[in-house]
């Protein structure tokens, strides 16, 4: 029997990771300074990050604490328990929906009231955690996988729709351990590890079912980003994959060169992706296929999000949540 541990994202929040960054060579120009950038200090282990309803909202992962901040005054404005742990979070219609992947649950809170007023138990058992985590309107979309694979044989994990105005949940299988969700063109994705071949399953949000699923020929790593007719999916062998979601194809494989990514997110016609182990955020262009900016950042970026001309960035490891300008 073979003890398989899997970190659904590119650090595990739990995992304590070393505060000695390993350098990766993402190719691009150095990284602008951070010294005088404004930032919130004193956060315990800042995970994910989102803006919306004129504010940051960060968690604090060991904590289990939802934390809101006025983009105004760089000051904490709210703190919301939410759970064991908090993990990734997600503002839309008038709610941020946090994930307590220790917990096994979605946890909605009211940015009127700065308040949870629903928990949503995702945990069809102690070994399956939520790990993705995106919206649409009206629905929210959970990944849930494994912790610990203990057997041979087909792994199977789980996508959770959370309907937001009658609070219907629904799940379907997936193939191996998913971990990245993304929604664009149409369709629900959903990124998979530990699956042969490795793939990317598409799914009709309309029906919940999976409607395709894309070889890739590369390992993938776990987060997803969709933009300009394409899902850009982050490998673990420092490729970039983009997927055409007219044909379900694969169209480019772009050496990046770093193979421990957080997060992406699309900016215009641009993808911006968290490095941890360089401890920056990088800008890659589709057009060129190249890194052609950088950002210094804290120890261990994890989450980030854009509030107009800023990048908001969550460092795990020195807690502190970072405004950078960006060009």
Same mark, same amino acid.
């Given at each position: ?23 990766? #060579?993402?190719?691009?120009?150095? #990284? ?197 007719? /394409? ?25 990046? /060169? ?70």
């Amino acid at each position: 029997m073979t003890l398989i541990l899997v970190a659904c994202n590119t650090i595990a929040p739990g995992s304590n990771p070393s505060s000695s960054p390993t350098a990766t #060579g993402v190719a691009a120009g150095a #990284g602008s300074a951070t010294a005088a950038v404004p930032r919130v200090s004193g956060l315990k282990k800042p995970y994910g990050l989102a803006v919306g309803e004129g504010s940051v909202w960060v968690t604090e992962y060991e904590q289990g604490i939802l934390v809101r901040i006025d983009p105004a005054t760089d000051r904490v404005i709210a703190r919301v328990q939410v759970g064991i742990h908090a993990s990734r979070v997600l503002v839309q219609e008038g709610f941020a929906w946090v994930l307590d992947d220790v917990g096994g649950a979605l946890i909605k809170v009211d940015v009127l009231t700065n308040r949870k007023v629903k928990e949503f138990p995702l945990q069809p058992s102690l070994n399956m955690r939520p790990s993705g985590l995106a919206g649409t309107a009206g629905s929210v979309w959970v990944t849930l996988a494994e912790t610990f694979v203990l057997r041979s044989g087909k792994v199977l994990g789980q996508l959770i729709r959370i309907d937001t105005s009658t609070s219907v949940v629904t799940a379907i299988p997936i193939d191996g351990l998913p971990a990245g969700v993304a929604v664009g063109g149409g369709a629900v994705w959903v990124s998979s590890i530990l699956v042969e071949p490795t793939s990317i399953f598409r799914i009709d949000p309309a029906t919940i079912r999976v409607v395709a699923r894309v070889e890739t020929g590369h390992p993938v790593s776990g987060p997803l980003a969709y933009a300009d007719s /394409g899902l850009w999916v982050a490998n673990n062998d420092g490729y970039l994959t983009r997927i055409d979601s007219r044909t379900n194809k694969v169209v480019g494989n772009f050496e990046v /060169g770093s193979p421990q990514w957080a997060a992406m997110l699309p900016m215009g016609k641009d993808l911006w992706i968290s490095v941890p182990l360089d401890n920056i955020v990088a800008r890659f262009d589709p057009g060129t296929g190249i890194v052609t900016e950088t950002l210094r950042a804290g120890t261990r970026p994890q989450g980030f999000a854009f509030l107009a001309s800023d990048i908001w960035v969550a460092n795990y490891l020195d807690g502190t949540v970072m405004k950078l300008p960006i060009n």
